[in-house]
């Protein structure tokens, strides 16, 4: 088995520069870096995880946890694309992720207690919900952590401006003709459902719009479902609306479905503006003009703010909010006739 002292032996640099190197402190030189990741990769050498362990006091781990109603976590391609890119990130510093469990040897336990117990050198949390014990907890603990997709305070937080997003979705109806715009929202109780809202709102008095209560519906937690139940509730109006916002991208399709199965098409009688800019969005027959989060972008920032904070000898605070932008496809078309 390749050993430290092996490669301090190739390099003629010393243990502690070696070790220095292997766990990416920044006081070594480019040129002392170089020569031992070539010695490293041409030895085959893999660290001891004990072994880096004990002599960095870390674990080298981070700790990964959804707090969100739907149950859906990694499997929602906002949250899977947003957790791949905080992956790929964490990787290059050498970190591992270590995904959250309730339960530790059959004894209920907090993600809290989870992470205490197993030692991990920060948290990454993606959530939604707006009151959760558990995340003011951690929040008062001395574990280093980044939230996503929620702003609040006495945290990192990265999460899309998601006002914006609401602004950009009606601006872009309103220039293709639309006056009557209807919105399918998220539930009130996540931060982005509450957001998404309240920018669709702002932003359809900011155009001298009216909002008829009944073109406002509540679409749940975000799931393909929840958006085909309120297309179907919006449907039976006696008038329609000529364009509907959906304030994510699962439920526009579901949204989409109800229409088509209700003998109508979309975007002739109505045209729909999702948010989000999921994969399937692109590839479906019409393809689904939405709100881009940059999920690439959130991931990366995530993980500097929360290494950061790792490396930090004291505590940090910083707010990220990220920009998103209209795609346009083809699920929305421009109005010439007056819609009343």
């Known amino acids: 088995m390749v050993t430290i002292y092996d490669i301090a032996k190739k390099t ?10 292997l766990n990416h402190y920044s006081d070594v030189g480019d040129k002392a870096k170089k020569i031992i990741n070539e010695a490293v990769d041409e030895l085959g050498y893999f660290p001891s995880s004990s072994a880096r ?11 990964v946890v959804f707090v969100e109603d739907s149950g859906i976590g990694i499997e929602h391609p906002f949250f899977n694309a947003v957790i791949e890119s905080f992956k790929k990130s964490a990787e290059k510093e050498g970190y591992d992720l270590l995904f959250a469990s309730n339960n530790i040897g059959n004894e209920p336990k907090t993600y809290v207690d989870h992470f205490r117990y197993r030692g991990v050198d920060g948290v990454v949390v993606v ?12 929040m008062e603990s001395d574990i280093p952590s980044v939230v996503i997709d929620l702003d609040m305070r006495g945290a990192n ?5 998601n006002l914006l997003g609401s602004e950009l979705a009606v601006d872009y109806l309103y220039s293709l003709g639309h006056k009557k715009i209807a919105h399918i929202y998220g539930s009130k109780t996540l931060f982005v459902g509450e957001q ?19 073109c406002l519906i509540d679409g749940g937690i975000f799931t ?66 939405t709100i881009r989060q940059e999920t690439t972008l959130i991931g990366k920032t995530a993980a ?9 000898k004291e505590k940090q605070v910083m707010s990220v909010k990220i ?18």
């Not at 937080?157 to 401006?161: F, P």
């Not at 932008?325 to 009343?340: D, F, G, H, P």
């Open 196 to 214: 998404r809202l309240k920018g669709f709102i702002s932003a359809m008095e900011k155009n001298k719009l009216t909002v008829p209560e009944e």
């Open 53 to 63: 362990t004990l002599s960095t006091k870390r674990s080298w781990t981070i700790g």
């Open 304 to 312: 500097t703010l929360l290494i950061d904070q790792i490396n930090a």
């Open 224 to 289: 393909y479902e929840g958006g085909k139940k309120a297309m179907e509730q919006m449907l039976k109006l006696n008038a329609l609306p000529s364009a509907v916002y959906v304030a994510g991208d699962l439920m526009a399709i579901g949204a989409i479905a109800a229409i088509q199965e209700a003998g109508l098409n979309v975007p002739d009688d109505i045209s729909i503006i999702g948010f989000d800019d999921i994969q399937i969005g692109r590839y479906m027959t019409p393809g689904l003009t």
């Open 127 to 138: 959530c939604s919900t707006l009151n959760s014990p558990d995340m003011d907890r951690l």
């Open 323 to 340: 920009p998103v932008r209209l795609i346009e496809r083809t699920s929305c078309k421009a109005i010439t006739e007056l819609v009343e």
């Open 157 to 161: 937080v990265v999460y899309s401006d």
């Open 12 to 21: 003629g640099y010393s243990i502690s520069t070696v070790s220095k190197v």
